[in-house]
Every structure is written in structure tokens, then in C-alpha cells.
């Protein structure tokens, strides 16, 4: 069995971080390629994989971002056009064969250097699929969303949707 690295995604980890959004999440949030990508062009050093030879067992994609609204799902991220303000986790999974290996912290941890060099010291995310825990363990809580804006964020990633942010990195 070769041995567990992190590192930075390259255009052939494709299918791979695909198959493994498809292991964790279903069908329900898998999204197109193109808009994958447009997530590792903007901000490379903060998307990353954690690979077992060429098996990709896990990644994270998060990118630097200019607005405290999320960016939608399934759609390329637009061209940055403003200056970014905080770190936005997009989305991070693990595949059956990396569970019980702390690969979630260690990519992050990795990922959060990378925001940090970049003069990031705010973030958000989305938690799904009861995630929300895991994020609290890493310094995250939730926002206060007035009903409208919790009724968007539901009906775009689902009803145990929860937006979170970090304060301070």
C-alpha cells in the first residue's frame, strides 16, 4: 500500500475527486467539472487532495472569496472582480478508504496555511449532511440568518444546510 500525501490538485485528479463526491454525497450535490476546476484556477494553493498513489481517497476545495454570500453551486466561479475579503471552503469529502485517518484536519490544516499566507483571516462555509459538527471543532459557528436568506441557503444545498464562519484564523 503506497503512502498518503497532500498536495496541491492537478487537471488529471478530476475523476477521481468526482468519484469521490459521488461516495459521499450522491447525486444530490455533485457538480460539473468545469465548475470544480474554476475553484483550484482561482485559488490552487488552498484546493487540495489527499491521494494514496494515484487514488484519490479525499480533497478539499476552497478558494478566496469577495463576498460573504456564498457562491452558487454547480456553476464556474466568476472572474475575480473585486478584492477578496475571506476564505470560502467550498467543499471537502472523504472517501470510505481515507476515513479514521484525520485526512478531513490534515487538509484543512494544509488549506488554512495557504489562506493565511494569502492575508486571509475570515472564513465561511456551508456545512451539509450534518457536517456542522466537525466545523465547530475547527473554530467555526453559525451565522444568524434572517427566514428569507435561511430559505435561499436551504433550497440551494438542502434543509440541514448551515452557514458558518470562522472570525478569526
Same mark, same amino acid.
Given at each position: ?33 468545469? &465548475?470544480? +476546476?474554476? @475553484?483550484?484556477? /482561482? ?6 487532495? %489527499? #491521494?494514496?498513489? *494515484?487514488? !484519490? ?37 472523504? &472517501?470510505? +478508504?481515507? @476515513?479514521?485517518? /484525520? ?6 490544516? %494544509? #488549506?488554512?496555511? *495557504?489562506? !493565511? ?37 436551504? &433550497? ?14
Amino acid at each position: 500500500m503506497s503512502e498518503l500525501t497532500i498536495r496541491p490538485i492537478v487537471a488529471e485528479d478530476l475523476p477521481g475527486i468526482l468519484a469521490v463526491q459521488q461516495a459521499c454525497y450522491g447525486d444530490g450535490f455533485l457538480e460539473p467539472g468545469d &465548475a470544480l +476546476a474554476s @475553484r483550484w484556477a /482561482r485559488s490552487p494553493a488552498m484546493c487540495l487532495v %489527499a #491521494a494514496r498513489g *494515484a487514488e !484519490v481517497v479525499g480533497y478539499l476545495l476552497s478558494h478566496a472569496w469577495h463576498a460573504w454570500t456564498p457562491p452558487k453551486l454547480h456553476v464556474p466561479l466568476p472572474a475575480a472582480d473585486a478584492v477578496d475579503v475571506l476564505w470560502f471552503v467550498h467543499d471537502m469529502a472523504i &472517501a470510505p +478508504a481515507g @476515513r479514521t485517518q /484525520r485526512l478531513g484536519e490534515r487538509l484543512y490544516a %494544509a #488549506a488554512h496555511a *495557504a489562506a !493565511v499566507a494569502q492575508g486571509l483571516n475570515q472564513s465561511r462555509l456551508v456545512a451539509v449532511q450534518g457536517a456542522d459538527m466537525f466545523w465547530r471543532r475547527l473554530g467555526y459557528q453559525p451565522v444568524a440568518l434572517d427566514r428569507e436568506r435561511r430559505t435561499t441557503l436551504h &433550497a440551494i444545498y438542502g434543509n440541514d444546510a448551515e452557514l458558518m464562519e470562522r472570525t478569526a484564523l
